[in-house]
């Protein structure tokens, strides 16, 4: 067998995915080592520098496949950088609130807005524009940010982490090497950062073989989003409602957002938890649906769809927190879930985890020790901060939903007054998936009804196909499958079966399809040029046997302005 000869490279500290959590290690680290080295490093240590420090982002370009709602609250930019509203591209301030209960034909605002859709203080951004700013920011400050390059695997050492391999590059779509092959790089540090978003292929290896699981697997959403040109007076910008109820069944939890942005556009999405009983529900149908609700249509009649995203979200809060040090390694931002599930706010929580780590890995390179005894300051540092105030407060809340929204909001209420404790505390749940329930099937030979693939009216609704393309998502056709599935047969007999195979409808990018080969055989076709990299596959697949790796050379959605 022939080994791969690899370029190595070494750097003091390696941080993977550059989005909000990432680039604010990475900025706020910059300058506590340009502050140190300015007095010389009176403080103790060696001066330091910062290009030393690497970030590894595998988008086309830094943004490229950062998507949010966006609502941002400010607080953390405002520590990183002080002045940021005279650069910042913040759309708009937030000027109204509102929380809507929607039936199939009316919606009741409630009278008083809930303390979570509260958002007074916040902006609406586009994280796309945010991040590609923060990323001028990063590079000013001497630090090498690499974009197309996505970390393969990890490189272990001892009882740690020593630093990633990134992609090959120049692969076919056989596994065989092209013409422009290049082998991925070995990069090595003394610290490294896993900032990946949610369900990162690395982090999730890395909590697997080190046993860094809390006592809650993780759980989470979807969210599936559009951006539009709506026609003047449609809505006003800084407007934000946030709505519950149909075509949500009550025994499912998610709901829609509505936010007006300047320049007569309007962010639109639909989240749904993955945890739901129906394996043939669709939540690219449901929130097309959704837009046909009268509150919906009023605002975007005459406009047009401009931009198509989905993204997970992990839902599981402080219980499912896994473990985020060990020897040589971090773990930060949605990777590390640090979101607050009932307010669906994590940009701020990201960046601050991203600058308490900076600060973690600072006193480490001085002390010249990165081991996890060092690193565990950390989790002391999130202890003390109030990202600790805000997950504590939630602490029990996605887990409350397990049984319905009704369940769920007298949960939520007794955990309000009780500061987040509710009945029990920790309420312990199950992983999303384990949700499904089978159906009704003889045999895999059976007679198969099901349900009519949603179409779209090519104004207001669309096809899968048609979002995807508005995503701008793009890969090379020549490369090797990022989409991992271990064994094809489970996909043609086992679950078509009991599940009727529901990747077909959770995928919002239509990425799986069931397809029958020359004898008339089912079998999973993948399209992997459509993905999204939302992840839902990794998360809702049934029998847990679809792996998602970074594809080759930068491939994916282009999320510009969203």
Not at 239 to 260: N, R
Not at 361 to 388: H, M, N, R, W
Not at 404 to 410: A, M, W
Not at 533 to 560: F, L, M, R, S
């Amino acid at each position: 067998m022939t080994t791969v000869q690899r370029e190595q490279l070494e750097a003091d500290v390696l941080i993977v995915g550059a989005g909000p959590a990432g680039l604010a290690c990475a900025l706020h680290l910059a300058n506590l080592i340009k502050k140190h080295n300015e007095v010389g490093g009176a403080a103790g240590g060696p001066p330091l520098s910062t290009e030393n420090i690497y970030v590894l982002e595998k988008g086309r370009e830094v943004g490229a496949h950062q998507l949010s709602g966006a609502i941002m609250n400010p607080k953390a930019l405002a520590e990183l950088v002080p002045d940021f509203k005279n650069s910042a591209p913040l759309d708009t301030p937030v000027t109204d609130d509102a929380a809507l209960f929607f039936t199939k034909n009316s919606s009741i605002r409630f009278p008083l807005t809930p303390p979570p859709f509260k958002n007074k203080g916040n902006y609406v951004v586009s994280l796309n524009k945010i991040v590609k700013w923060m990323g001028g920011l990063v590079e000013a400050a001497g630090v090498n940010l690499f974009t197309q390059f996505g970390g393969a695997s990890l490189i272990y050492e001892g009882d740690g982490i020593a630093g990633v391999i990134t992609e090959d590059k120049g692969v076919d779509k056989n596994g065989k090497p092209k013409a422009n092959y290049t082998p991925g790089y070995e990069l090595r540090a003394k610290v490294t950062v896993l900032a990946e978003g949610t369900r990162g292929s690395l982090t999730k290896q890395l909590v697997e073989k080190k046993n860094l699981a809390n006592i809650n697997p993780q759980t989470y959403g979807l969210g599936i989003k559009e951006l539009w040109d709506v026609q003047p007076g449609s809505i006003l910008p800084g407007f934000v409602a946030h709505t519950l109820g149909w075509p949500i069944s009550t025994d499912m939890y998610g709901g829609g957002w509505i936010y007006g942005l300047s320049n007569n556009r309007v962010s639109i999405g639909l989240v749904v938890a993955l945890e739901y009983g129906d394996p043939r529900f669709d939540p690219h149908a449901a929130f097309q649906q959704w837009k046909t609700h009268p509150c919906l249509k009023k605002i975007l009649d005459g406009g047009k769809l401009v931009r198509y995203g989905a993204k997970s979200l992990p839902y599981g809060g402080w219980y499912a927190m896994p473990r985020n040090y060990l020897d040589g390694g971090l773990i930060i931002g949605d990777s590390g879930s640090f979101l607050d599930s009932q307010r669906l706010k994590g940009i701020h929580l990201a960046m601050k985890s991203g600058m308490l780590a900076a600060e973690t890995i600072f006193d480490a390179l001085k002390a010249g020790d990165t081991s996890a005894k060092t690193l565990s300051v950390f989790p002391q540092k999130v202890e003390q901060s109030y990202i600790k105030k805000e997950l504590w407060e939630v602490r029990n809340f996605h887990q409350s939903f397990q049984h319905g929204l009704i369940p769920g909001l007298f949960q939520t209420g007794l955990q309000f007054i009780s500061g987040g404790r509710g009945l029990i505390d920790p309420m312990r749940n199950h992983a999303g998936y384990q949700a499904y329930k089978k159906l009704d099937r003889a045999a895999a030979g059976a007679p198969q009804s099901e349900p009519e693939r949603f179409k779209g009216d090519g104004k207001l609704t669309f096809d899968r196909l048609t979002d995807v393309y508005h995503s701008g998502t793009r890969h090379e056709e020549d490369q090797p499958c990022h989409l991992i599935v271990r064994d094809l047969n489970v996909c043609a007999t086992k679950c078509v079966v009991e599940y009727g195979n529901p990747c077909q409808y959770f995928c919002p990018a239509a990425v799986y399809e069931m397809a029958r080969d020359a004898n008339g055989r089912q079998k999973l076709k993948i399209n992997a040029a459509n993905c999204v990299h939302c992840k839902t596959c990794d998360i809702a697949d049934p029998y847990q046997i679809i792996d998602w790796v970074v594809p080759e050379g930068g491939g994916g959605p282009n999320y510009e302005g969203m």
